[in-house]
């Protein structure tokens, strides 16, 4: 069975960073790609950021230049550098991997990320 780990939430003010690292229970090339959602409660899961096997990241508009998404295939680990955040930025971040393109076929346990005003 897969396993998603992901670490590195936490409470941060506004305009600060965090880093949430996802680390996978098998070879990340297993996966076509890796990516974060985020779920606040009472709203529908919103994309955040992709990163296919061959290194083509991908980003929602509202997180555009202030996230990055990368991979470290020799730790089989995906993180997710988040600077600049804002209160709205405050949400559950969940990693998924894709065994089928486009499909998130394995989830995290979700890292809760806090920006205080």
């Known amino acids: 069975q897969v396993q998603l780990v992901e670490s590195g939430g936490g409470l941060v003010q506004t305009g600060g960073s965090l880093r949430l690292s996802c680390a996978t229970s098998e070879s990340i090339f297993s996966f076509l790609a890796m990516g974060w959602d985020r779920q606040v409660p009472g709203k529908q899961r919103e994309f955040v950021a992709r990163i296919t096997d061959g290194g083509s990241a991908d980003y929602a508009n509202s997180v555009r230049g202030r996230f990055t998404i990368s991979r470290d295939n020799a730790k089989n680990t995906v993180y997710l550098q988040m600077n600049s955040l804002a209160p709205e930025d405050t949400a559950v971040y969940l990693c998924?991997?894709?065994?089928?393109?486009?499909?998130?076929?394995?989830w995290g346990q979700g890292a809760q990320v806090t920006v205080s005003s």
């Open positions: 998924y991997a894709e065994k089928r393109f486009g499909l998130r076929d394995y």
